[in-house]
């Protein structure tokens, strides 16, 4: 500590003045200099909303219509099984926008997948593969749902087999509904 002081007096005795290009120390910012950095990048801000609001109802950019399948609408292709076998599987088909298909309650099940879509959810996400579940047991029913839904492809596949797939299975009771229930 001794030599510190020592070698600070000899540097300022002898009249030396610490250059303006030392890297080895930084001044602070002044405060001139940072309220030209705040007022330039608030002008750039500005700009950008400036033009991104001037641009035209007319030149903004139209979505592509989705491709005519032939069949209009949503359409789904429910798989259901009371055991899990696929020898004792029961096939419908759903059609929403108009109701229409081979499932016995058509209308409550396009209502019921209206209900669960949420934007920016997806409803037929599985059931994530580290989550807290229930060890209830619901059975060896089993179910799939396949086709599009609001222009998105769907591949879902259910079960019964602890708690939360019994919560995700009941979100979707009457689009997988069991035979004869």
């Known amino acids: 500590m001794a030599a510190q002081r020592a070698r600070r007096r000899r540097v300022r005795g002898a009249g030396a003045v610490r250059p303006r290009c030392d890297h080895t120390w930084s001044a602070p910012m002044p405060v001139l200099h940072r309220l030209a950095v705040a007022v330039v990048s608030a002008s750039a801000s500005l700009a950008a909303a400036v033009a991104v609001m001037s641009v035209p109802a007319w030149a903004a950019p139209v979505p592509l219509?989705?491709?005519?399948?032939?069949?209009?609408g949503d359409r789904?292709?429910?798989?259901?099984?009371?055991?899990g076998v696929v020898a004792d599987s029961v096939t419908y088909t759903l059609t929403c926008h108009?109701?229409?298909?081979?499932?016995?309650?058509?209308?409550?099940?396009?209502?019921?997948?209206?209900?669960?879509m949420v934007w920016g959810r997806d409803p037929f996400t599985p059931v994530p593969s580290g989550a807290m579940c229930t060890g209830q047991?619901?059975?060896p029913a089993t179910g799939h749902l396949r086709g599009r839904w609001a222009g998105r492809p769907v591949d879902a596949r259910f079960s019964r087999v602890n708690g939360c797939e019994i919560a995700r299975w009941d979100s979707f009771s009457e689009v997988l509904r069991l035979p004869g229930s």
């Open 98 to 116: 108009p109701t229409g298909g081979t499932h016995p309650a058509a209308g409550e099940a396009c209502d019921q997948l209206d209900d669960a």
């Open 65 to 72: 219509p989705r491709p005519y399948d032939g069949e209009g």
């Open 137 to 139: 047991y619901g059975g």
């Open 76 to 83: 789904l292709v429910v798989t259901v099984s009371r055991s």
